[in-house]
Every structure is written in structure tokens, then in C-alpha cells.
């Protein structure tokens, strides 16, 4: 089966570069060697939404800790608007995250002795920002995101969709380049994850650029582009072009079947 890329990049900027990354482990004795990474390339635009998939094991999460500065590649470079992650000194790793980075995950990585409202203000109180500057920022993304009548809850008072609107307003409120999702509907019922993607959906349309990490068919074919890892490399990618999310997921799903039958050539 063939697929065509749509590629729709006219007025658009480069934001992301991962250039021929490879990440090899050693065991504790150093006696075997472990490639989780081996030469993935490719770029996000700014204001892209991209899914990485990929079967446990291929890489993707390898690669996500990478992107987010957590981990080292081996060889290989990965710039943020041309800034090169390797050369920033392990001291200001923290700070860059912060200022430059928004994280979603799965287990949303709330702190149950914060209000919903002070676990979202937690980056902007790290940077220094006045207390006047952060109600302004929260005040339109909670109603963005549903959440203003929790703000003054406890983490272990609200819902597990409610919890995850929660960690992506902590994601968004520092206006980061570019958010970085994990599995972000992997602990949440049909109705949360419906309305969790339908919000990233409409974030990248308002200029949001995200990279989610999933296993999930469903999430994947809300994304504008799904890139498939295997055997630590960019096996395959598909770009939506004027698909609805239904056609997404038919081409996904197609795609998953060939890749893992050994049907389609890297590309």
C-alpha cells in the first residue's frame, strides 16, 4: 500500500531538528552494548502536532528523553530553533526545560499537597514570575480547558481527566516551543481522552507545536503527521494533508499491519 505525503509547509519554520540520532547502552559490566537509536532523522515545523509510534522497545521513549534534554544521544545532534541540546551545561538542563519545554505524561506527576491551582503556577513560582503575571496567564487557559471550578481542589479530589487537563494547563501556562506528551490518554477512560485530544487539537490549531509519544491508534490520528519507529530508526511516516481523523486511523492502522509484517521499506 502506498502512501502520499502531504506536505503543507509554506510560511512555516524549522523548530525541531534530530539529526542522524543514535543512543547505545551498556550493561553494568560494560560487556554488551544495547542500540536503542540508531541514526533517527527528521524535523518538526513550528506549529506541527506529531505522534510518534512504535511496538516496546523500538525507541520512541529513548528518543522522547531525548528530545526533552533527560538523556544523551550517543552521536548525533537535536537543535531547538538551531540551539543544539548536547552543548547546554548539565547547571542550566533545568532552567532550559522550563523555559523552553512543556511535559504531559501519563501519570500526570501532580503533587497531591498542592491545589490544582499552585501545581499549575509550580514552573512560573521556579522562574520567578510575579504572582499577578500568573493569575493573568491561568485565568483564560482554565476556562480553555474546562478547569476553573477545580482550581482550589486537591489532586485526589478531581477526576483522572480532570488531573491530565490539569498537568497540560502546567504545560502550556510557560508558553513553551514546544509541549512533550507521553502516553497522555494512557490512564484515562473514553470520554477524558476524547476531550483531552479534542484540546490539543484545537492548541495546535492556535500555533502549539506538540510531540506525543502513544501506542493509542485513537490518539495518533488526531496529530497532523504519525511517525513509526522500529528497530530505533524512522521506519515510515504518514501526513493527514486534508484527512479526517477516521481516514487517519484507517491509514494508521493499515500502516502498523504492513510495518509490523514485514511489508514496507523504510522510507
Keep these: 500500500m502506498q502512501y502520499i505525503e502531504i506536505k503543507e509547509r509554506k510560511n512555516t519554520m524549522t523548530l525541531l531538528e534530530v539529526n542522524n540520532v ?96 499552585d501545581n499549575i503556577f509550580l514552573p512560573l513560582v521556579l522562574a520567578g514570575r510575579p504572582p499577578e503575571e500568573m493569575k493573568q496567564r491561568l485565568e483564560p487557559l482554565a476556562r480553555k480547558l474546562g478547569i476553573e471550578d477545580i482550581l482550589q481542589k486537591y489532586p ?56 506525543m509519544v502513544t501506542h493509542s491508534i485513537n490518539a495518533a490520528s488526531h496529530a497532523g503527521r504519525v511517525l513509526f519507529i522500529k528497530d530505533g530508526c524512522v521506519f515510515h511516516q504518514i501526513y493527514r494533508g486534508n484527512a479526517a481523523n477516521e481516514e487517519m486511523y484507517a491509514m494508521i492502522t493499515d500502516a502498523l499491519t504492513i510495518i509490523q509484517t514485514g511489508g514496507m521499506k523504510n522510507e
Design 156 to 211: 485526589y479530589e478531581v477526576s483522572g481527566g480532570e488531573k491530565q487537563r490539569t498537568a497540560t494547563a502546567r504545560a502550556l501556562i510557560t508558553n513553551p516551543k514546544i509541549v512533550l506528551a507521553d502516553e497522555p490518554t494512557g490512564s484515562l477512560d473514553s470520554k477524558a481522552s476524547s476531550r483531552l485530544l479534542k484540546l490539543f487539537a484545537e492548541i495546535s490549531k492556535e500555533g502549539q507545536t506538540i510531540l
Design 22 to 117: 543514535k543512543k547505545v547502552y551498556s550493561t553494568r559490566l560494560g560487556g554488551n552494548k544495547v542500540q536503542a537509536l540508531n541514526g533517527v532523522t527528521f524535523s518538526v515545523e513550528k506549529g506541527e502536532y506529531v505522534a510518534i509510534m512504535g511496538e516496546s522497545g523500538s525507541g520512541k521513549t529513548t528518543l522522547l528523553n531525548i528530545l526533552a534534554s533527560i538523556d544523551r544521544a550517543t552521536s548525533g545532534q537535536v537543535l531547538l530553533e538551531g540551539r543544539d541540546l548536547a552543548a547546554i551545561r548539565q547547571s542550566e538542563l533545568a532552567a532550559f526545560r522550563r523555559d523552553n519545554l512543556g511535559f504531559v505524561f501519563q501519570d500526570f506527576n501532580l503533587l497531591d499537597n498542592f491545589t490544582i491551582q
